[in-house]
């Protein structure tokens, strides 16, 4: 079992709809991190959480660490909006662990 | 732009060749990370240095990568007697150690893509 699990895997939503992009990890953290990856492969951090909810513009991440369990939220969705969503995590040590992604479809 | 470089973005070699990666950091970034991805799977740790020392090394780097940071700013990472398997992004990011400790943000470069024919 991989330590840090996202779903779903793939998704397509329609312009405008609510999008929630799910994180569980199995072990103790000190930070979870959002990133956004488009076609390419560039990287961009979105949120680094330890703690409750952060909010930037249509996207709101929250975090749950009794239950090892983060949301990423995408409001209002728009095309450019597609994108691979990936959740990792900081636990010992400094690296990051990754979850698989989530590729994020947003049709017009 | 993040202001992490990487060099080159793309790279295609043969069989048994052997390649070298730069990645710069931002410039008062003193953590330098190397990951790779494979299609259609999340990042993997390679190492990672603080400043000029190399602190962690994976498992998945084998006795053909070797990495080093020999100023304490850009990284190069080396792949020897490449093999198919090591076609990947490979993906640089750096970050600043706070003194009062504490979480701290990566910023990821464009990374390279190696391709081993």
């Known amino acids: 079992k991989n330590e840090v699990e996202q779903s779903p895997q793939n998704l397509t939503a329609q312009e405008g709809e609510f999008i929630t992009i799910n994180c ?12 956004q990856q488009h076609p390419g492969g560039g990287i ?25 369990h983060s949301s990423l939220h995408i409001t209002a969705s728009h095309p450019r909006d597609s994108a691979v969503y990936i959740c990792a995590v900081k636990a010992a ?16 | 732009d993040t202001g992490v470089s990487q060099n080159p973005r793309h790279k295609i070699t043969k069989r048994g060749q052997n390649v070298t990666f730069r990645c710069d950091p931002i410039s008062e970034h003193n953590r330098l990370y190397w990951y790779r991805q494979t299609l259609g799977q999340g990042p993997e740790f390679l190492t990672y ?14 006795d053909r990568f070797s990495a080093e940071r020999p100023k304490g700013s850009f990284s190069t990472l080396e792949i020897q007697r490449t093999e198919q398997g090591d076609s990947a992004m490979y993906l640089c990011a750096s970050s600043l150690r706070k003194i009062a400790g504490g979480p701290n943000e990566q910023f990821f470069g464009p990374g390279t893509r190696l391709t081993v024919l």
């Open chain 1, 24 to 35: 569980s990890y199995s072990v103790g953290i000190s930070a979870l991190h959002w990133l």
């Open chain 1, 44 to 68: 961009v951090s979105l949120f680094m959480l330890s703690s409750g909810k952060k909010k930037h513009g249509r996207l709101i991440a929250t975090i749950n660490i009794q239950e090892k």
């Open chain 1, 93 to 108: 040590g400094n690296k990051l662990t990754f979850g698989g992604g989530t590729r994020v479809l947003v049709k017009p």
């Open chain 2, 49 to 62: 240095f603080q400043n000029e020392a190399q602190l962690e090394k994976s498992r998945l780097l084998s």
